[in-house]
C-alpha cells in the first residue's frame, strides 16, 4: 500500500509524531492550561487543582448562556423585504484582475451570502475564496467614512469645487495629470474616461497590475495584434503544460479554468477519458499539486525549457529552430505527447517575460491549437496594465514632470518595487486624490481621500471577455457618505446632474441594446439583464498569427542561474494584499503549507537538511528576516515567498502581517519579474518564529483515508485502488439493527479527481454558518473553528512528491460514535439520517469531541462575540451584520460542527410542501457544494435510487472513512484517479 504523510515528521517518525500531537492536544483540553507559562512540570498541588475545578466545569460552562438581544420590529416595512425571507439579487464582483459573476443573498436588507452565477459562461456557478470573503469587505470597518481633505473631514462640494479648480488650472498650464487606475473593463466607465480626458487633454490614463500579465499582451500584440489573453478551452484539450501558471489558483482566470479543468478530468456518467496535465514550476502552487506530473525547475530554467519544447515540435513539424539557453530537463517525450494531440493540448506559461510568450505561442501554433482548444472569439479583458506605461509613469513622477494624480484601485507605495520613491513624490504634488474605498498605504498620503462604495453598493458594467457583458447593481444602501468614481469624474467636468446608474443604462441602450434583435422594447431588454447578471454578443474574430518576434526571442532568454532564486506569488487567500485586512482569509489555512496569519520562506527539503533548519528557524533574504517552512516539492536552489503581506496601513486585521516582498520584484528589459537572483541567504542562528500551522490538528493516523489508482488501473479495474472498500465491508458485523429513515436520508459524495484543494468550501461554509474567527495565537493552540477542513496528504519522493487533497467535514454517522456519549442528549441523530446540534443543551463536557474519530468537532473555548480578546468582525456592530440569522451564533463552552446547512434543508422542504410536490434531485445544495468551482460535491437523498448521489454511492469507487469502524457515515468519497504517463 501507498505511504502517504502529512508532514516530513510523520514521514520520519511517524509514532513519535502521534506521541508528540497527543500531547498537544491534551494539553488544549485543560481549561487551566497556562499558555504564557508553557510548562510542563505540574506538581501534586496543581493536579488536584485541575481535579476539582474539573468537577465544577460542567456547571460553569453552562451558565455561559448567550446573551439576551432585544429585537425592535419595523414601523414601517420596506415594501421589497419580507421578514424570514431572503431576495437574491444578481450582480458582478471584479477586482484586481478577479472577476467572477454572482448572485447575492440579502436577507432584511443586508446582503449576506456570496453565490456564483449559473447563468454565466465564465464562472459558472463557481467562486473563489476571495469572492466568498468580499462579502464581509463590505462590513469592514477600514472603510473610509466620507470625503477627507488632508486627513480632515470634508464636504463632497467642497472636494468638487477645489478638485475642479485644481485641474482647470493644471489643464491651463498643461501640466501632466495621471489617472492611475488598476485594469478597467467597465465599458461604461471607459466612456467617462474618454470624455474625462478630452475635458482635461493634459491627464493620461495609466492601468497598472500590481501582479503584471504586460509580457503576454506585448508578446499577444506581436503574435495576433490583440493586446489580450486568448480563451483558454481546458475541457477540449487532452494535454495540458503548464510552465509556472497556477491556473487553478491565481493565474487570470482560475474559477473559469477550474471548472473545464475538472470537466475534463471526471470519471463518472460513462467517461472513460482525462486530460493529462504536467506542470514545471518552482514553488509547489495548487496547480502543481494537481498535476500529473511536476518537474521542480528554477525560475530562470524556464526560457531554456520553452525553448527546448519549440525546437523539438519545430523539428517534427519541418520549422526553423532558435537558438538560445540550453535545457535543464530532457522534453522530447513531452513534445511527442505533444505531437499526437494536436489541436486538442494547451500549453501556458505565467512568466511575464515576452520573449517566452512569444515562444508559447509558437508553440501552440505549431500544434494548431489556436481556433480549437484556445480561441480568440472572446479574449479574456482583465489583465491591462502594461510596465512600460508604468515604468514612464514612475520615472516622470520621480523626475516632479507628474504634477498631479488620481489614484484608482492601486496602491503602488505598497505593491511597487520603487514603493518608496513614488512614496516621496506623491507627497510633493500639487494634487493628490485617492478613491480608495478603505484604507491604503497610498490613500493615506493623498491630499483628498474620496471613497468609492462597495461593489455591493453600486452599479457597475464589465467586459471580463469581449462580448461577454455582466452587471453589477446595489444591494444595499450605502453605508457610508461614498461615490461612484464615475460620478466624480463627471461632477469636475461640469455634470451636476447624471448618476452613474443613468449612465450605464444610457450607454447599454446606445450599444448592447442596439448590437441584438431578440428584444425590441429597452426597458425589457434592460431587465433581463439585470435580472440574469449576463448578457452575451456573440463573436467571431478573425485572428492570423504572426511570427514577428519570435526568431529573437531566444537571444532574450536568461541563462539558467547557479545561485539561489528567490520566487514570488500569489496566495490563492491574500492574493496582492488589498484586502489583507479581511479576517476570514487571513485565517484561511494555504493549500499546500497549512499556514495561516504570515508569509513565509518555503525551503526545500535538502536545503533546511544542509543547513539545520527546521519550521519556525529564522533566515535572512538580502537582510529581511522571514520565519522558514520546509515545503516538499520546492525547487532546489529556490525559497518561496508570498507576495501580499506586511501591510503598514490595511486596518487592525491586516496592519504588520507578515513581510512585504513587493521591493524584491525585479525589472528584467522593462517588464516586473516575480523572482529574484542571486538572493543573499543566511540562517539566523537561535531564533525562531511562531507560524500558525493547521495541518497536523484534528488528523487521522496511518490508515487508508487518501485512497488513488492510476486510470490504466482504473479502465481495467473500476474499483481499482478502492480494493479496502469491499473488504471492510465483508467484515462488516452488529448486534443492532441497520438504521432505517422512511423519509429522506440525506447524503454527500465527494469526488477527489475534482477537489483542487482550494479550501473556497471553507469560506463559504464560514460565511453561510456564521464560524467565528480565532486569531492566530488560537490556531497555534489548536483551536480553529472551520466546519470542514481540507487534508493534504502527500506520498512519495519528498523532493518532488504527489498530493492528494481530501475535504473533511463531519460525516454524519447513522451509527455515530460521538452520540452516546454526551450526558445531555445534545447531539441527537434526526430523522432524517442527520447528526444534530443542540446548543443549549450542550455543557461542553467534550466526551464528543474525544470518540469522533474523524475530528471533526469545534469547541467553543471563548465568547468570540463582543470580546475585545477576538477583535474581528463579530467584535463590532458593521460586522455583525454580515451574520446569517437563519443559524445561531455559538456561545462559549459549546460544540458545534458541519449541519450538512440543515437551514437550507428545511427552507426547500418548506418551498416544496408549499408547493404541493417533492423536492427534485439537486434542489438542494449545502454551502460548500453550490460555491465549489470544479463540482467536487454532489449532495441529495439516499433514499431516492433515482438520485444522483444514490447512483455515487454505488460506484465502484466510493468507499468511506475508517470504514472498519463501522460508523456507517453518510459521506463517501470516490477515489483519485492520477493520468501518470
Not at 449576463?534 to 532574450?556: F, I, K, M
Not at 513581510?659 to 542571486?678: C, D, L, T
Request: aromatic share 8%; hydrophobic share 35%.
Amino acid at each position: 500500500m501507498k505511504t502517504y504523510w502529512r508532514s516530513l515528521e510523520e514521514l520520519e517518525d511517524p509514532k513519535a509524531l502521534r506521541i508528540k500531537e497527543a500531547r498537544e492536544e491534551a494539553k488544549q483540553k485543560s481549561l487551566l492550561y497556562k499558555e504564557s507559562k508553557g510548562s510542563e512540570n505540574n506538581s501534586r498541588r496543581d493536579f488536584l487543582r485541575t481535579l476539582g475545578f474539573s468537577l465544577a466545569a460542567a456547571s460553569i460552562v453552562a451558565s455561559c448562556k448567550k446573551p439576551v438581544e432585544k429585537a425592535i420590529p419595523y414601523l414601517v416595512k420596506p415594501e421589497e423585504i419580507i421578514p424570514g425571507q431572503a431576495s437574491y439579487y444578481a450582480s458582478s464582483y471584479f477586482d484586481a484582475g478577479d472577476y467572477c459573476s454572482v448572485v447575492v443573498k440579502v436577507r432584511d436588507g443586508r446582503p449576506i451570502k456570496i453565490e456564483g452565477n449559473e447563468l454565466s459562461p465564465i464562472s459558472q456557478q463557481g467562486t473563489s475564496a476571495r469572492v466568498q470573503a468580499s462579502i464581509l469587505n463590505l462590513y469592514d470597518g477600514a472603510r473610509y467614512k466620507g470625503p477627507r481633505f488632508k486627513g480632515k473631514k470634508t464636504s463632497w462640494d467642497d472636494a468638487d469645487k477645489a478638485i475642479a479648480t485644481a485641474l482647470k488650472s493644471l489643464a491651463d498650464k498643461n501640466e501632466p495629470v495621471v489617472l492611475l487606475a488598476s485594469s478597467l473593463i467597465s465599458p461604461s466607465t471607459k466612456s467617462v474616461i474618454d470624455q474625462f480626458i478630452e475635458a482635461y487633454p493634459n491627464v493620461k490614463l495609466v492601468q497598472y497590475d500590481s501582479v503584471s500579465a504586460s509580457g503576454m499582451l506585448s508578446a499577444n500584440l506581436k503574435s495576433f495584434g490583440q493586446r489580450a489573453i486568448p480563451d483558454y478551452r481546458f475541457d477540449q484539450s487532452n494535454v495540458v503544460v503548464s510552465f509556472g501558471a497556477d491556473f487553478l489558483g491565481t493565474w487570470l482566470s482560475p474559477v473559469e479554468y477550474t471548472k473545464h479543468y475538472t470537466s475534463k478530468r471526471k470519471l463518472d456518467e460513462g467517461q472513460r477519458d482525462m486530460l493529462r496535465h504536467y506542470q514545471f514550476e518552482s514553488a509547489m502552487s495548487l496547480t502543481g499539486s494537481n498535476a500529473d506530473v511536476r518537474f521542480p525547475i528554477k525560475p530562470s530554467e524556464e526560457g531554456g525549457i520553452v525553448l527546448a519544447l519549440y525546437n523539438a515540435i519545430a523539428k517534427a513539424k519541418g520549422a526553423s529552430a532558435i537558438s538560445g539557453p540550453k535545457s535543464a530537463v530532457d522534453v522530447s517525450d513531452l513534445a511527442e505527447e505533444l505531437l499526437a494531440n494536436q489541436g486538442q493540448s494547451i500549453v501556458v506559461s505565467g512568466s511575464n517575460d515576452e520573449h517566452i510568450q512569444l515562444l508559447v505561442n509558437g508553440i501552440n501554433q505549431l500544434l494548431g491549437n489556436y481556433g480549437k482548444s484556445i480561441s480568440w472569439n472572446s479574449p479574456l479583458l482583465t489583465k491591462q496594465g502594461l510596465d512600460a506605461e508604468m515604468n514612464e509613469f514612475v520615472t516622470d513622477l520621480k523626475a516632479g514632470k507628474v504634477k498631479g494624480l488620481l489614484a484608482w484601485g492601486v496602491n503602488p507605495v505598497y505593491d511597487h518595487p520603487e514603493g518608496m520613491a513614488i512614496e516621496t513624490a506623491i507627497r510633493n504634488l500639487e494634487l493628490s486624490v485617492s478613491f480608495a474605498e478603505r484604507k491604503d498605504e497610498t490613500a493615506n498620503l493623498c491630499q483628498y481621500i474620496l471613497p468609492e462604495p462597495n461593489y455591493l453598493e453600486s452599479w457597475n458594467d464589465h467586459e471580463p471577455k469581449l462580448g461577454s457583458y455582466s452587471l453589477a447593481q446595489p444591494t444595499i444602501q450605502k453605508l457610508f457618505d461614498s461615490r461612484n468614481v464615475q460620478e466624480s469624474l463627471l461632477r469636475w467636468m461640469g455634470d451636476a446632474e447624471t448618476t452613474y446608474a443613468d449612465l450605464i443604462k444610457k450607454y447599454w441602450e446606445a450599444h448592447q441594446f442596439t448590437g441584438q434583435t431578440a428584444l425590441t422594447d429597452f426597458r425589457l431588454f434592460w431587465n433581463t439583464a439585470l435580472q440574469k447578471g449576463v448578457y452575451e454578443q456573440q463573436q467571431n474574430a478573425e485572428v492570423a498569427y504572426s511570427d514577428h518576434g519570435l526568431s529573437a526571442a531566444g537571444t532574450g532568454l536568461k541563462s539558467a542561474g547557479k545561485g539561489t532564486e528567490v520566487v514570488l506569488y500569489e496566495t490563492i487567500a491574500i492574493g496582492n494584499g488589498k484586502y489583507a485586512n479581511n479576517p476570514w482569509l487571513q485565517e484561511l489555512p494555504d493549500p499546500m503549507a497549512k499556514i495561516s496569519w504570515d508569509n513565509y520562506a518555503s525551503v526545500p527539503v535538502a536545503y533546511a537538511e544542509e543547513n539545520g533548519l527546521s519550521n519556525e528557524s529564522v533566515i535572512t533574504v538580502n537582510g529581511l528576516e522571514l520565519p522558514v517552512f520546509i515545503q516538499p516539492g520546492q525547487a532546489a536552489g529556490t525559497i518561496a515567498v508570498a507576495l501580499g503581506y506586511g501591510r503598514s496601513y490595511a486596518g487592525k486585521v491586516g496592519d504588520e502581517v507578515g513581510k512585504n516582498m513587493f521591493s524584491y520584484v525585479s525589472h528584467v528589459n522593462g517588464a516586473r519579474q516575480y523572482y529574484m537572483e542571486n538572493a543573499d541567504v543566511a540562517v539566523v542562528e537561535g531564533k525562531t518564529f511562531p507560524l500558525a500551522l493547521s495541518q497536523t490538528h484534528h488528523s487521522m493516523e496511518g490508515r487508508p483515508i487518501a485512497r488513488e489508482t492510476n486510470l490504466d488501473e482504473y479502465l481495467k479495474n473500476p474499483a481499482a485502488g478502492n480494493e479496502w472498500h469491499k473488504k471492510s465491508e465483508s467484515h462488516h458485523v452488529s448486534l443492532y439493527e441497520k438504521p432505517e429513515f422512511k423519509g429522506h436520508h440525506w447524503g454527500m459524495a465527494i469526488d477527489l479527481n475534482s477537489c483542487t484543494g482550494c479550501g473556497n468550501c471553507a469560506i463559504s461554509c464560514q460565511a453561510e454558518n456564521n464560524v467565528q474567527v480565532i486569531g492566530k495565537e488560537q490556531v497555534r493552540n489548536r483551536r480553529i473553528m472551520h466546519w470542514i477542513r481540507v487534508d493534504r496528504y502527500y506520498s512519495g519522493d519528498p523532493a518532488n512528491p504527489e498530493v492528494s487533497n481530501q475535504p473533511v467535514m463531519c460525516q454524519h454517522c447513522d451509527n455515530a460514535p460521538c452520540e452516546n456519549v454526551c450526558p445531555v442528549a445534545a447531539t441527537p441523530h434526526s430523522e432524517e439520517g442527520l447528526n444534530q446540534m443542540a446548543y443549549n443543551r450542550c455543557v461542553g463536557t467534550k466526551y464528543c469531541i474525544n470518540n469522533c474519530p474523524y475530528r471533526v468537532r469545534r469547541f467553543n473555548w471563548f465568547r468570540y462575540v463582543n470580546n475585545d480578546q477576538f477583535d474581528y468582525n463579530a467584535n463590532n456592530d458593521l460586522g455583525r451584520m454580515v451574520l446569517n440569522p437563519d443559524v445561531t451564533v455559538r456561545s462559549r463552552g459549546v460544540v458545534e460542527k458541519c449541519s450538512m446547512c440543515v437551514q437550507r434543508i428545511q427552507e426547500k422542504k418548506q418551498e416544496a410542501k408549499l408547493a404541493g410536490r417533492m423536492i427534485e434531485d439537486g434542489e438542494i445544495k449545502t454551502a460548500c457544494q453550490q460555491s465549489c468551482p470544479g463540482n467536487a460535491i454532489v449532495f441529495g437523498d439516499l433514499n431516492n435510487p433515482e438520485s444522483k448521489i444514490s447512483k455515487l454511492f454505488k460506484d465502484e469507487r466510493n468507499y468511506h472513512l475508517l470504514e472498519e469502524l463501522h460508523t456507517l457515515p453518510s459521506v463517501g468519497y470516490l477515489t483519485k484517479v492520477r493520468n501518470k504517463a
